[in-house]
Each structure stands twice: as structure tokens, then as C-alpha cells.
């Protein structure tokens, strides 16, 4: 797949889930981080990264989360990060850049909206 997308889903509490598809490298990094940094603007307490949709990551698109990272830290907001495939799981652990991040295997039951009874 060529091309990068996300998608973006309100989650309880004011959370946002960011859900990132394709590949994040240098022609879609700075796309991303505008992006980002709107949804930021609303203030968000939690942010979700949902990276399992890329299938490829370079540096330059884990720059882009190292940055979201720091700003959710002086912002005092929780960023979490859904582990992605394989490629970059590998690229986490080959740069040791994933001790840095909140990494979880699926958005948080408590940050899901309830289901509607019928």
C-alpha cells in the first residue's frame, strides 16, 4: 500500500483515537504531524495511536511520534500508542525508542464507548 491515511474517533472521556494507515515516512510525516496537532488543539486528555494500519514506519515518521510524545508530556496529556505490525514492532525495538511510549495491544476497555442497549 502506497499512501498514508488516519482516521480519527472520539473515545470516552475526551479521549481521541488516531487510527494511522499505510506508511508513515518522510513524504507523510509533516502531513501527520499537522494533522496531529489539530487534534491536539481540542485539548484531549488521552491520546490513542493506533499504529496497527501502517504497514511501514522510517525515521522520520518515528520522529513524528517521538515530537507527539514530548508535547503530550508538557501538556501533562496521557499519549498511548496501539502496537502496529510486525515492521514496526521491529523498528520500536531496533532503535529502542518503544520504552518511551505507553504501548498497548488495543485501545483500553475503559476509554471504548459503551455499547447501546436495544
Avoid: K, W
Avoid at 68 to 76: F, G, L, Q, V
Amino acid at each position: 500500500m502506497r499512501g498514508f491515511g488516519l482516521t480519527i474517533e472520539p473515545l470516552t472521556g475526551g479521549a481521541v483515537r488516531v487510527a494511522l494507515r499505510g506508511e508513515l515516512d518522510l513524504e507523510h510525516a509533516y502531513t501527520f504531524d499537522e494533522e496531529l496537532r489539530r487534534v491536539e488543539g481540542a485539548r484531549p486528555p488521552c491520546l490513542v495511536l493506533d499504529l496497527r494500519g501502517l504497514s511501514f514506519l522510517d525515521s522520520s515518521g518515528l520522529a513524528r511520534l517521538l515530537a507527539a510524545n514530548r508535547r503530550a508530556r508538557r501538556e501533562r496529556r496521557r499519549l498511548l500508542l496501539v502496537r502496529g505490525t510486525l515492521p514496526v514492532q521491529r523498528l520500536m525495538a531496533i532503535t529502542a525508542v518503544g520504552q518511551h511510549f505507553e504501548m498497548v495491544s488495543d485501545v483500553p476497555e475503559e476509554l471504548r464507548a459503551p455499547v447501546a442497549a436495544p
